[in-house]
T-cell receptor
Framework: DVKVTQSSRYLVKRTGEKVFLECVQDMDHENMFWYRQDPGLGLRLIYF???????EKGDIPEGYSVSREKKERFSLILESASTNQTSMYLC?????????????FGDGTRLSIL | AQSVAQPEDQVNVAEGNPLTVKCTYSVSGNPYLFWYVQYPNRGLQFLLK??????LVKGSYGFEAEFNKSQTSFHLKKPSALVSDSALYFCAVRPSSGTYKYIFGTGTRLKVLA
């Protein structure tokens, strides 16, 4: 089974801090994604990566950046955390760029910015 | 704009009764369609997908989904609900060309009453 591991389940940070969320997948998947999940809004795509060092903005990239130096690892960076970035963050991976490949999700990081 | 709609925020059903969770989409072409389930404090788990062919797709845990091209719908069904099916369900669509993105609905909370 594919395993997508997010480094922290719960995280509390302060306004203005630089925050790193880490995600690792163990199945050599090409695509990786970062979403945030908020009640009533569903999943909103922040960034995705279709190959090492390749990234594209999703629907809500403002205030975030990403890094993918190795195929298995995709990091989300909050450059200067703000309270409106308090949310559940979900990482996902999928096998290939196109086609009907389902995404595999980590268990999420619940981030609180105080 | 491409979108996915889950018109019901919550669906309540008695244990043993059939259940339906609705999904409609507005995406051009012949997209790929997915259902995911999310249990509390967990990531999303893949249930089933539609690519082409038979309009009734079978998936995990006894769930199935019915594709209707003319109504652009992909409703999730189960003949006999279990209390353990209580969770948050997401419909997702991936256009068959032109993007790596998956488009998610806002989710429907299913509550199965004993």
């Amino acid at each position: 089974d594919v395993k997508v591991t997010q480094s922290s389940r719960y995280l509390v940070k302060r306004t203005g801090e630089k925050v790193f969320l880490e995600c690792v997948q163990d199945m050599d998947h090409e695509n990786m994604f970062w979403y945030r999940q908020d009640p009533g809004l569903g999943l909103r795509l922040i960034y995705f990566s279709y190959d090492v060092k390749m990234k594209e903005k999703g629907d809500i990239p403002e205030g975030y950046s990403v890094s993918r130096e190795k195929k298995e690892r995709f990091s989300l960076i909050l450059e200067s955390a703000s309270t409106n970035q308090t949310s559940m963050y979900l990482c996902a991976s999928s096998l290939s760029a196109g086609g009907a490949q389902p995404q595999h999700f980590g268990d999420g990081t619940r981030l609180s910015i105080l | 704009a491409q979108s996915v709609a889950q018109p019901e925020d919550q669906v309540n059903v008695a244990e043993g009764n059939p259940l339906t969770v609705k999904c409609t989409y507005s995406v051009s072409g012949n997209p790929y369609l997915f259902w995911y389930v999310q249990y509390p404090n967990r990531g999303l788990q893949f249930l089933l997908k539609y690519i082409t062919g038979d309009n009734l797709v079978k998936g995990s845990y006894g769930f199935e989904a019915e594709f209707n091209k003319s109504q652009t719908s992909f409703h999730l069904k189960k003949p006999s609900a279990l209390v353990s099916d209580s969770a948050l369900y997401f419909c997702a669509v991936r256009p068959s060309s032109g993007t790596y993105k998956y488009i998610f609905g806002t989710g429907t909370r299913l509550k199965v009453l004993a």
